[in-house]
């Protein structure tokens, strides 16, 4: 009594293929891949460091209205 070999595994999977159907199988199948891609990018976007924006990034207050001269 050990762990499945690559046929019991094999065989789990076309068995879950037939009563599951094909095309429900491959949308949890796209569902799984959506779920580990959001994951992937929550993780990533949580390592980078926040930061206060530079002088560089910050946007440039407006120039003034030149004065208009009344002749």
Known sequence: MGSFSLMHWLLFGGVAILVLGGGRFSSM??????????????????????????????????EPAPLREDH
């Open 29 to 62: 199948m796209g569902d799984v891949a959506k779920g580990i891609k959001q994951f992937k990018k929550g993780m990533a976007d949580e390592d980078e460091p926040k930061r206060e924006p530079s002088r560089i990034d910050a946007k440039r207050d407006a």
